[in-house]
Nanobody, 116 residues
Framework: QVQLVESGGGLVQPGGSLRLSCAAS????????MSWYRQAPGKERELVAA????????NYADSVKGRFTISRDNVDKTVYLQMNSLKPEDTAVYYC?????????WGQGTQVTVSS
């Protein structure tokens, strides 16, 4: 069955870095666009970054441009989110998403907390 398993979240001080990973299985990973979303307490889920199936098109939310980098490895079926210069407002549960062929798959989420 389809699985998206996120890892790499945790507690980090402002200005620090984290690297999130999302390991995929159960579908043709290389044919799907992949995205990272986040949801902070009391707020709606928002798109953070997206990457096309081949990696040639990438988009970022304005709030993370210049600080976050999305990448993918179609051999290892993994998508990454490198997060630098983290701010308290980046605190949220981060979700991995796969979209393609009318399908929309979600991971279970990983908590990122930015606090001193």
């Amino acid at each position: 069955q389809v699985q998206l398993v996120e890892s790499g979240g945790g507690l980090v001080q402002p200005g620090g870095s984290l690297r999130l990973s999302c390991a995929a299985s159960g579908f043709t990973f290389s044919s799907y666009a992949m995205s990272w979303y986040r949801q902070a307490p009391g707020k709606e889920r928002e798109l953070v970054a997206a990457i096309s199936s081949g990696g040639g098109r990438i988009n970022y939310a304005d709030s993370v441009k210049g600080r976050f980098t999305i990448s993918r490895d179609n051999v290892d079926k993994t998508v990454y989110l490198q997060m630098n210069s983290l701010k308290p407002e980046d605190t949220a549960v981060y979700y991995c998403n796969a979209y393609g062929y009318g399908n929309n798959y979600w991971g279970q989420g990983t908590q990122v907390t930015v606090s001193s």
